[in-house]
């Protein structure tokens, strides 16, 4: 393995926050601040405050589904012996996003939005069927069910915030969610495999975004649950942005893996989607350390992608020198990769800990390759759900240094002082359609509190 040496003045370097904190966050606020406002302060600094955990929370689960929406609906299409596990595996997301809802609304609310949910996870179920059968008629039906279930949601949602959410933008931006997850099944069946990865990334970004919606949502409502913490500071920003892509890399890395495995037309375009992942990753590295840090990251992240092709390439061949060959580099690279980032954080994510995280990390994604091409699936989908699940610590962890390493550039509250009417129709903001969604679960929970409350009085 080529050994680089570690630039620690590059690693230091002034912040170029241009792709991570607004600029009009950094109002100093003067030396002299009372013990209010630095508390105020610290707080909005905190990348682990309970608003902040629960947009976490909800950006992991609800990324991951859209992710493994996608590739169920694949797995259907090719009618590989994987789909029931696959298919179990987004079961069981839901059921975690279900869980997500009762711990703020209740168990009842809980199973009443799992119910809504499901409904349109088998809608697509139906249309995969359809479209494998070439029954034009069963995939206009879905598609019938589909556009019934975003109006009846929409209804349903607008109702429960009182027209906070409104039903038109709602539909809107359910329509948004759908189109994003068919488009990547459409373009996949027809053989556009470029196109099927772009709509797959446009759809777990979005539900990203959908996340942070409701966390905004949810703390609005419920401000003395989350101790009048705010989800969209810059510091919880950071940590989200970290969040979305450290995941999307573990189930990026495991499918291209599957697809290296089984000599599929779309590996190609499957490892380029895991390029871009890292290439967004490099940005976000580069946009606090600078571009040359970023590149020198870009370096040592990308070697590790390689090493994991070679493990694959070498199963494929049975050659077992060249897989413990292939180990034997990532394990060089987790030592290399640990030295960067301790450098970078100055010392605040110690080697050794990273050095634990990182091996975890690579043995959940070798054993979720070593299961699949050994037929284990159902190993194969618990180690890739725990990969996904395990990039939220990295995540936690970089953010939390990072922010530690340089608080003046992330005071500020970001939260708006009225939630918006609507979220579409050429706003500036990089955020055009996210108060649109805040409903997805927030209604649904609403409303049965109000039934209650009717009930009771």
Known sequence: ?????????????????SLVVPTAAFADSGEHMNHENKASAEASTSTATPAAELRITLDTALTEHAFLAIEAMRKGADGAEDFDQTAAALTA?????????????????????????????????????????????????????????????????????????????????????????????????AGDFETAYTHEREAIHHMSMFSETLSIAIADQFP??????????????????????????????????????????????????LTANADDLSAAVASVYGEEAGAQFSEIWNSHIGYFVDYV????????????AAKAEL????????????????????????????TAHVDQLLTAFDSYVAGDYETAYGSIREAYAHMTMPAAGLSAAIVDQFPDKF???????????????????????????????????????????????
């Open 93 to 189: 997301n839901s059921d975690d996003i279900a869980a997500a809802v009762s711990s703020v609304y209740g168990e009842e609310a809980g199973a009443q939005f799992l119910e809504i949910w499901n409904s349109h996870i088998g809608y697509f179920v139906d249309y995969v069927k359809a479209t494998g059968a070439g029954d034009e008629e069963a995939k206009n039906a879905a598609l019938a069910e589909l556009e019934e279930y975003k109006k009846e949601q929409a209804a349903f949602f607008a109702t429960a915030t009182e027209d906070r959410l409104p039903e038109a933008a709602l539909v809107e931006g359910l329509t948004m969610h759908v189109d994003q997850l068919l488009g990547a099944f459409d373009a996949y069946v």
């Open 313 to 324: 390439k070498a199963t494929g061949a049975e050659d077992a020198e060249a897989q413990e």
């Open 224 to 273: 003395d649950k989350f101790e009048n913490s705010n989800p969209d500071t810059p510091a919880v920003d950071l940590r989200a942005q970290l969040n979305y892509v450290f995941t999307e890399h573990a189930g990026l890395a495991a499918m291209a893996m599957q697809d290296g495995a089984d000599g599929a037309e779309s590996f190609e375009q499957a490892a380029a989607a």
């Open 1 to 17: 393995m080529k050994k680089r040496n570690l630039n620690k003045k590059l690693l230091i370097a002034p912040l170029a926050f």
């Open 331 to 358: 394990d060089e690279y987790i030592k290399e990769q640990a030295a960067f980032l301790d450098t970078a954080t100055q010392g605040r994510v110690p080697a050794a800990d990273l050095e634990e995280g990182l």
């Open 411 to 457: 005071a500020g509250e970001a939260m708006p002082e009225e939630m918006p009417q609507t979220g579409l129709g050429g706003s500036e903001s990089n955020m055009p359609y996210l108060w649109l969604l805040a409903g997805l679960m927030l209604a649904a929970l609403t409303t049965v509190a109000a039934l209650r409350f009717r009930k009771q009085s």
